[in-house]
């Protein structure tokens, strides 16, 4: 099992930056797929970025060229670079992870049918304002 912390949240202006970490504890952090999901006021919960255990990345279309995705096994934490903020990038963004068919499962992520990973982090702010 892992346990997982976000942190770095917060209120910025439109065009500014972010960027959030995912502190993990428990079992070893790189055999773990990792993603980024985010929920948004009146909208359903979408997959951000999702990093595999080979450290492949993809992101959503809405994300990609402005949020890079990372992780640092040595410090068991996974990160979110946001550039170029957008009004509609406001959310609670959470970490996610799985390990269990991770390879399998991380593909979904940012699919409208997500098979979602099991251990989440409790989430943290975002708001951009125009």
């Known amino acids: 099992q892992v346990h997982l912390v976000e942190s770095g949240g917060g209120s910025v202006q439109a065009g500014g930056s972010l960027a959030l970490s995912c502190a993990a504890s428990?079992?070893?952090?790189?055999?773990?797929?990792m993603g980024w999901f985010r929920k948004a006021p009146g909208k359903e919960r979408e997959g951000v970025a999702a990093?595999?255990?080979?450290?492949?990345?993809t992101y959503a279309d809405s994300v990609k060229g402005r949020f890079t995705i990372s992780r640092d096994t040595a410090k068991n934490t996974l990160y979110l670079q946001m550039n170029n903020l957008h009004a509609e990038d406001t959310a609670v963004y959470y970490c996610?992870?799985?390990?269990?068919?991770?390879?399998?499962?991380?593909?979904?992520?940012?699919?409208?049918?997500?098979?979602?990973?099991?251990?989440w982090g409790q989430g943290t702010q975002v708001n951009v304002s125009t």
């Open positions: 990093i595999d255990a080979d450290n492949a990345k």
């Open positions: 428990g079992d070893a952090f790189s055999g773990y797929c």
């Open positions: 996610a992870a799985e390990k269990n068919f991770c390879q399998l499962r991380v593909s979904s992520w940012l699919t409208h049918v997500p098979l979602l990973p099991t251990y």
